[in-house]
């Protein structure tokens, strides 16, 4: 009884107006670093320079496969960029993890999924009928 009497009247002492002070007083401030222009305009310059190689090698003739990995790697190292940065991720490790980790394993996923489709689809490809000499 004795303890539950001193917690009363240790609670009826403390006024709001004295919780109020003394949770002012206590108020931290932490700056989170967001990136200087500096920093933004560098990724920029990257993510711009990457669009540009993705474009050019539209008007050049490289074999399909060799395209198609330079491609997929430009995209990755462009989501990177854009998520590490412009999200603000990459100050933070664990929510750049749970967002890149799922996202990849789900890609991985469709990959594989619809991956085989893709040679069962080789055939309904459309082919012009044979001229007259092919034929013979």
Known sequence: MQASDELYESYKSYSPVRRKLKMST?????EH???SNKLFISV????LLLT?????????HLPVAYMLVILMGAS???????VAYFMHLR???????????PALVICICLLLVFF???FRAQGLRYSPPPTATEKH
């Open 44 to 47: 920029w310059g990257w993510l």
């Open 26 to 30: 206590h108020i931290e401030f932490q």
């Open 116 to 118: 085989p489709d893709s």
């Open 91 to 101: 100050f933070e490790r664990l929510n750049l993890i749970l967002t890149i980790v």
């Open 52 to 60: 540009g190689v993705e474009v050019f090698l539209g008007y050049i």
């Open 33 to 35: 670093f967001a990136g």
């Open 76 to 82: 990755i190292i462009k989501a990177a960029l854009i």
